[in-house]
């Protein structure tokens, strides 16, 4: 790594740079002062050496700061989780509903804080919450006698869960050309604005006809940020599934696969029990587990991912 004067301008390395400027200074003064004399020189290439292996250290220290803040930049400031009914009709319905509030307690119980974006979407900041929830995207299916169930069958419904990482810098740069870009007046808490002012915003991104809304801002502004961050997250998982799809003899050490087409665990009223595939393991007073009580899945899933993992889920 080659020294750069725009480190100055970082606050956390401007202290670094001074001392390896200051350092710069000094063997340009002890050549000067040795002059051609000999013993001088020797004396000043000594020093030099010792003030060279000081920059070295200097530059290794501010690589690892910069390093350091390219991670903490990259890192997830929130997530959004959207959930999408699947196979079963108004049962499906219902359970993604119930997937939602579950998720929603969970975050409430860990003190972070939850937006609700639509009737199927959430979002979640915190420090902590994209790790602890990076591995529930994937479809979950539920087994249990609907209420509107007259004959006592068990039905079978499933759905869906994305997880969606927004970063405060995102991993992928979208090309303003490639957006469609729609306004329309917003519904909902705003005040006497709503329904004057065009604030809610919807992005088509035309390459992968990927569609996002936003109208959970109060300004046109501020709804096309969120609209752009939730792009990008959708961008990034969809590479993410595209990259699993072409390494797939790979997946078999990886928990988190990011496919939302992977059938991931399965909620049995009957049995009371809970079993994510992917894992192997199951876990009972499943009412409980539906009011958010989570953090035994959590940690688990944390623990296998660790370890190594299973990547395919295989039901049971």
Request: aromatic share 6%; hydrophobic share 35%; charged share 30%.
């Amino acid at each position: 790594m080659d020294y750069s004067p725009e480190f100055k301008k970082n606050f956390a390395t401007a202290y670094l740079a001074e001392e390896y400027e200051r350092l710069a200074r000094e063997v340009e003064e002890s050549v000067a002062a040795a002059g051609n004399d000999a013993d001088l020189l020797q004396m000043a290439e000594e020093d030099i050496t010792r003030i060279k292996a000081r920059q070295d250290d200097i530059l290794v220290e501010i690589e690892r700061i910069l390093a350091k803040e390219k991670e903490e930049e990259s890192k997830p400031t929130a997530l959004v989780l959207e959930f999408r009914a699947g196979a079963g009709g108004d049962e499906a319905t219902l359970f993604a509903k119930e997937l939602k509030e579950m998720y929603q307690k969970y975050a409430e119980m860990q003190g972070w804080q939850v937006r609700t974006l639509d009737d199927l979407t959430i979002e979640i900041g915190g420090a902590q919450a994209y790790d602890a929830l990076k591995y529930e995207t994937g479809v979950h299916r539920v087994q249990r006698v609907p209420l509107t169930e007259k004959s006592g069958r068990i039905h079978t419904s499933t759905a869906s869960v994305a997880v969606l990482p927004i970063r405060a810098k995102p991993k992928f740069e979208i090309n303003p050309t490639d957006i469609d870009m729609e306004f329309s007046r917003s519904g909902g808490a705003g005040g006497q604005n709503v329904n004057k002012v065009e604030t809610a915003v919807r992005l088509i991104h035309r390459p992968t006809g990927i569609d996002v809304r936003s109208s959970s801002e109060r300004s046109q502004l501020a709804n096309r940020q969120k609209a752009m961050a939730i792009l990008a997250a959708k961008l990034e998982t969809l590479h993410e599934e595209e990259e699993a799809k072409k390494h797939a003899s790979l997946r078999s050490g990886q928990i988190g696969t990011a496919d939302r087409s992977e059938k991931i665990r399965t909620y049995n009223f009957l049995q009371d029990r809970i079993t994510d595939h992917r894992i192997k393991e199951s876990w009972h007073n499943l009412p409980k587990i539906m009011q958010g009580y989570l953090g035994d899945i959590v940690e688990a899933l944390k623990t296998a991912s660790q370890q190594g993992g299973i990547g395919e889920a295989e039901e049971d």
